[in-house]
């Protein structure tokens, strides 16, 4: 194990909170946890981003619309290069309410079919991130 | 907003738990969540499979080994594509413990440079996994 491998090998840097807003902007997809009485669940969700919080849409029914509505959440987003071993990541904490309303205008287009009349909005409380990056 | 198009947007069928096994021996980089004060974390991993468990390497140090041992966990891993808007995840609940060894034979490489003393084991109570597809 020489200095050489050593020094290549990816290093964590904290991103500021603008980098990870702008990352943000760039998924369509991302995981939304919340805990329930097993403890934490997680679950992709479309997502977008409008006014400093995260906009996810689901059915009204779903487990999501049952069980999120005022508690504590987090969404996070990332993307990785498995061939380089490199990528990001953002954490966003905050709490999520409930709206069963027809689609607002920034809300996300959900992939899956089915009908969409639940809005949950996440407010977040802080927002986080990390790089896996190679040393320049 | 006719048959046709409703019938091509994707749909979300329920995996069974083989194919949910099968599905994270693919990839090298999943999700942790647990939860503290605040409420759920959720933060990238690489990960492998063995004998049943997932199994995750972090340094002894860090908040993941501070904050899991002995406490109700998920591993979250999901592949989507953006352009057809389909995919798959996979949601492992269960209970983590952590030890603070060198590298057993069945841990992954992880990507990020530093010493990584502790593994993390995951053993599942429930593995369940859904995939988005279109309808043939």
Known sequence: MGTTEANSKPVLIDLDEDTCWQLLETVSVGRLAWVDAQGPVVVPVNLAVSAGSVVVRTAAYSTIAREVDD??????????????????????????????????????????????????????????????????
């Open 71 to 136: 508690s504590r959440v987090a969404v996070e987003v990332d993307l990785f290069d498995d061939q380089a071993r490199t990528g990001w990541s953002v954490l966003v904490r905050g709490v999520a309410r409930v709206l069963l309303e027809p689609a607002p205008a920034d809300a996300p287009t959900a992939w899956p079919t089915g009908t969409k009349s639940a809005t949950v909005r996440i407010r977040p409380t802080t927002v986080t991130g990390r790089r896996l990056a190679r040393p320049v």
